[in-house]
């Protein structure tokens, strides 16, 4: 069996999901609940990848579902492409989870005649971990340094947006972007416990033009 790699990943989920489109389910007739129809989808697309290659599973403890290409799939309904994901520091916004994205946004429709449910895979998209920031403010800090802003002016911009930062952690996160300006990420990130994550944009991007580290794997 061979090593899943990133390539055969982002093959194996196009075709995963191409086929799942098309197969009735009748365990998700009725189902309402977001995480259900998300907790089906990743298990039966674990074992899809199980029976033609050999990968690292993820865990709860490793955070991601894909340790070994540093990916984390996303399962969500295209009617509200949001997810969670768990906080670990506020420069997750300006440069990133940290990790890849592949997300299957898919809608859910019931048959009542046949009492299956059917999930029409709308998107599948794989971002890259250099895009997983926060749009509007990696966005802003790049026009900051593009008008010669300096330290003050970076660290005014991330006080403005609420950063859960002390002022410490401001001056040194400001020296870093002043040293390493981010890439422009396309999520939505909203401050709480977990990070909220949006996806509409990063959807968006990928279905209406090429963006470099953003992919739409069903065309």
Same mark, same amino acid.
């Given at each position: 069996?061979? !090593?899943?790699?990133?390539?055969?990943? &982002?093959?194996?989920?196009?075709?995963?999901?191409?086929?799942?489109? /098309?197969?009735?389910?009748?365990?998700? *007739?009725? +189902?309402?609940? %977001?995480?259900?129809? %998300?907790? *089906?989808?990743?298990?039966?697309?674990?074992? #899809?990848?199980?029976?033609? #290659?050999? #990968?690292?599973?993820?865990?709860?403890?490793?955070?991601?579902?894909? =340790?070994? !290409?540093?990916?984390? !799939?996303?399962?969500?309904?295209?009617?509200? =492409?949001?997810?969670?994901?768990?906080?670990?520091?506020?420069?997750?916004? +300006?440069?990133?989870?940290? *990790?890849?994205? @592949?997300?299957? /946004? *898919?809608?859910?429709?019931?048959?009542?005649?046949?009492?299956?449910?059917?999930?029409?895979?709308?998107?599948?998209?794989?971002?890259? &971990?250099?895009?997983?920031?926060?749009?509007?403010?990696?966005?802003?800090?790049?026009?900051?340094?593009?008008?010669? %802003?300096?330290?003050?002016?970076?660290?005014?911009?991330?006080?403005?947006?609420?950063?859960?930062?002390?002022?410490?952690?401001?001056?040194?996160?400001?020296?870093?972007?002043?040293?390493? =300006?981010?890439?422009?990420?396309? !999520?939505?990130?909203?401050?709480?416990?977990?990070?909220?994550?949006?996806?509409?944009?990063?959807?968006?991007?990928?279905?209406?033009?090429?963006? /470099?580290?953003?992919?739409?794997? @069903?065309?």
């Amino acid at each position: 069996m061979e !090593l899943l790699t990133l390539e055969s990943l &982002k093959t194996a989920a196009r075709h995963f999901c191409l086929e799942l489109s /098309a197969t009735p389910i009748h365990n998700l *007739y009725g +189902v309402t609940d %977001g995480k259900a129809v %998300g907790t *089906y989808v990743e298990s039966a697309f674990n074992q #899809y990848l199980s029976t033609r #290659y050999e #990968y690292t599973l993820g865990s709860a403890a490793l955070g991601i579902d894909f =340790p070994g !290409l540093e990916v984390d !799939l996303k399962v969500t309904s295209i009617k509200q =492409p949001q997810s969670s994901c768990p906080f670990k520091n506020a420069s997750q916004k +300006v440069y990133g989870l940290g *990790y890849n994205l @592949l997300i299957f /946004a *898919y809608e859910k429709i019931d048959d009542h005649s046949s009492r299956n449910a059917n999930l029409k895979f709308q998107n599948v998209v794989f971002v890259d &971990k250099e895009r997983t920031g926060d749009y509007q403010t990696s966005y802003g800090i790049r026009e900051i340094l593009r008008r010669n %802003g300096n330290k003050d002016d970076v660290i005014a911009f991330l006080e403005e947006r609420n950063f859960p930062l002390d002022e410490i952690g401001r001056e040194a996160l400001a020296e870093r972007i002043l040293q390493q =300006p981010p890439e422009i990420g396309y !999520l939505t990130i909203s401050n709480a416990l977990q990070w909220r994550l949006q996806y509409s944009r990063v959807i968006q991007v990928a279905t209406t033009a090429t963006t /470099a580290g953003v992919e739409n794997l @069903l065309v």
